[in-house]
């Protein structure tokens, strides 16, 4: 990005993307897909992409300080290789598919692993479920790793594939929440250096977060008084709902743009 949007317009839209992420991070995980429609909308596509990450690790910074005694490591341990995988796939397929294709690809995948989800909870069941174990844990946590990189790095959209990975594991939701806040500050910080070399960070885009450090901070708190007000089987529909609307818009921006 090569200069600051000069309109009031486009800075209220950016400062409300950023209150967004700041829900989203320690909140509800679902909405993190509306702040990248709406800087998108205000910024070209891919030059976006970067303008949010540095917004994204601020949020994070946020999440870490408030749930941060909740993290499952183990957990982290497990996608960690496959995250790496991912988001080197990710990099490399920036230099080849346009904005629309990769929309298009990232909201397909977050739809299917949705209606798993969804199929996985509706379906009968004799007994209570229980969170994957052996061979079936660890090929969940490659195929999650995996994607999660590759979206995070395509479009900062990992987030409702971890959604929908961690709420597999049966996480209750403040181990949900610090789970996920030391994941996404983790690979986000891992992705700097390749977002760096693809030219999509420059100091306008660092410019920029700092200037929207309020709004991300008002949306921290938000997320975080909402969040202890709801009961777990409410967390997980809106989150679970959230992430459908989420990936929904991603394929309608693709097919409108």
Do not use: C
């Not at 429609?37 to 999440?63: K, M, N, Q, W």
């Amino acid at each position: 990005m090569s200069e600051l949007p000069a309109d009031a317009a486009a800075w209220a839209m950016l400062a409300l993307a950023a209150a967004l992420v700041g829900i989203a991070k320690t909140g509800f995980s679902g909405m993190g897909s509306l702040p990248i429609l709406l800087f998108a909308t205000v910024l070209p596509a891919r030059e976006s992409t970067g303008a949010l990450l540095p917004v994204l690790i601020l949020a994070d910074l946020f999440a870490i300080r408030f749930y941060s005694r909740h993290v499952e490591w183990r957990v982290l341990a497990r996608l960690a290789p496959w995250v790496i995988v991912g988001t080197v796939l990710g990099a490399v397929v920036l230099w080849f598919v346009d904005d629309t294709f990769m929309r298009l690809l990232i909201g397909a995948i977050l739809l299917a692993m949705l209606a798993i989800q969804v199929w996985n909870r509706l379906r009968p069941k004799a007994v209570e479920p229980k969170p994957p174990s052996g061979l079936a844990r660890r090929s969940a946590a490659a195929g999650a790793g995996v994607a999660a990189g590759a979206t995070t790095m395509m479009a900062n959209a990992a987030g409702p594939v971890m959604v929908l990975y961690l709420m597999l594991s049966g996480f209750p939701k403040l181990r949900f929440l610090g789970t996920m806040a030391w994941f996404f500050f983790a690979v986000n910080l891992f992705k700097v250096p390749f977002s760096v070399g693809l030219g999509l960070i420059s100091w306008h885009t660092l410019l920029m977060a700092v200037l929207l450090v309020p709004a991300v901070a008002v949306g921290a708190l938000v997320g975080r008084a909402v969040v202890h007000r709801v009961n777990q089987r409410q967390f997980e529909l809106a989150t679970l709902v959230l992430s459908g609307v989420g990936a929904g818009l991603l394929i309608l921006s693709a097919v409108t743009s």
